[in-house]
């Protein structure tokens, strides 16, 4: 007879919740750029489209891994790991554009750290419960 797996431990439980309704704000303020009117795009500022489509494409994956994580799947843990590497990566090719001189718009460097900290914070928190 197996034993049925622990529960979460609530706080996880509330980071992962987060986790998916980031996701949902992600594909809807990305949608709205992409997908929206030129007025829409305007106010945007100076995005940088692989940066806009990346996020966009991620919010999807936010909520993919936040379902996998909260069933307690190992591919949610590994999506997870899987989300924070790519930030991270994607995040210094945004740097290393900025260096070079490209236009941006500061609460985009604050929405990738923000990306990044709680993906990887996720990965790690979703790790340490699964062992």
Known sequence: MTTPPKKLPI????FIVFGFIFGILTLFSGGSVLFGSDEARESAGAYMPFILWFNFLAGGFYILA??????????GTSL??????STVFVAAIFAYTIIQG????????????IRASVWT?????SMKANT
């Open 11 to 14: 706080a996880l439980r509330a």
């Open 66 to 75: 936040a379902i996998g994580l909260w069933l307690r799947r190992p591919w």
């Open 80 to 85: 997870a790991i899987a989300i924070s590497a």
């Open 102 to 113: 490209a236009a941006f718009e500061m609460r985009t460097v604050g929405a990738m750290i």
């Open 121 to 125: 914070g996720l990965a790690l928190a």
